[in-house]
């Protein structure tokens, strides 16, 4: 069997990291099963979606690596929709409803007064055409529902296990809306009967919508494909994410500095039973892919955690990947040196402007006590300089002073960078040079 998956977001909001998980683990199933991924824009809700939030997602998941193989629109699809419509129909399974709102809400008081399940009665099926023709003359538009069978549906899904709906506790779901738009359900199906859609990998939050969605594929004569219902994930304070609400969005995350492959590497394994560690690329996440790794418990999205990894995977970058985003920075002359000695003192790549001056120039010096400085700007090697110089100076600086440890190395720093702390001065120190070494232990700016 061909493994076909899609990621379905609403082009209503900007990608959050529960959304981008979703999208990652349908990739990960597809490629690990050498299957396709297909992204489909549901944007049937004509009134909240927008072209601009499709292309976002679009530059979101590209972002990501999460190229899809195929891509569609449902708002393009409607001629399709209209097709099962008229077939359901016809087959006595979706029927005209013209109850308003006001009378669905009467009716479910009514019913939960009499300690009722709120369950739509049906009354749909038994309008007589008198009654019919009054409503039309009113100016009513029918609503329409599906007819669900009242019995148990089951499925296995892959990540709860043996699972059931008992559909008779469900109200038959409205398929279109009075105003003739379609809900998700109805296009959701068609669309995965049409692109042959193997496993259905989306959050919990459709688990319900499950049942439903079966019997609707059986009705158009599909075989349901397999399910697979993730838990929702959270803020660390257990907090829902929304896309509407614009909740931890991913164009936020790039625009703080994370890298998209610490992205994958925390949402490829949070809330499985393997370790979280940073991945170098999508492909190893691929090999070490396995769905049924997937607890059922709600995972948290931690900032934190995924700052730390940032972190070390900026560690890990080599500097032919980064010279162009460095430039980009403007960064221009920054060489392989310079990446070595600043990486792992970055929690983003743009931190690494902040240290450019320091190497190039100039800064202003910090001097705490100026005749040690001058004490240690006496015993500078000649050049030229390398890693080694570092160590050789300081030992002569510790001869000629006899001070040691912090007392010895922190007013160099401070004199050196300006800063407090940073990057290893045995790597800074040949690329700041002998020149703006000597004239920063006098305090000059350099
Ligand atoms: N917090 C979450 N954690 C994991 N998956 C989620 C989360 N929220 C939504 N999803 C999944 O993301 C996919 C896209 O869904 P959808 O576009 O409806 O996103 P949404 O964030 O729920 O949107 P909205 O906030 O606009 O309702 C679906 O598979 C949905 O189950």
Redesign the pocket.
Known sequence: MTVIVRF???P??LL?V??A??ALINWLFAKAHGGYFMLRY?DTDQARSTEEFAEAIGADLSWLGLVWDKKAWQSKRLDQYAAAADKLKADGRLYACWETPDELDFKRKRQLARGLPPVYDRSGLHVSAADRAKYEAEGRQPHWRFKLEHKDVRWDDLTRGDSHVNCTSLSDPVLIRGDGTYLYTLPSVVDDIEFEVSHII??E??VTNSAPQIQLFQALGAVPPAFAH?P??TDISGA?????LGSRSLADLREQGIEAMAVNSLLAKLGTSDAIEIRSSLDQLVDEFDIGHFSRATPKFDPNELAHLNAKLLHTLPFSQVAPRLAALGLEQADEAFWDAVKANLAGIGDAAQWWPVVAGPITPVVEDGAFLAQAAAVLPEGPWDHATWGAWTNAVKQASGRKGRELFHPLRLALTGRENGPELKLLLPLIGRDKASARLSGQIA
């Open positions: 379905a977001p609403s209503t909001g959050h529960g959304n998980r979703v549901d989306r959050g939050d459709h993730l929702l994930l829902g994410l929304s896309k509407r």
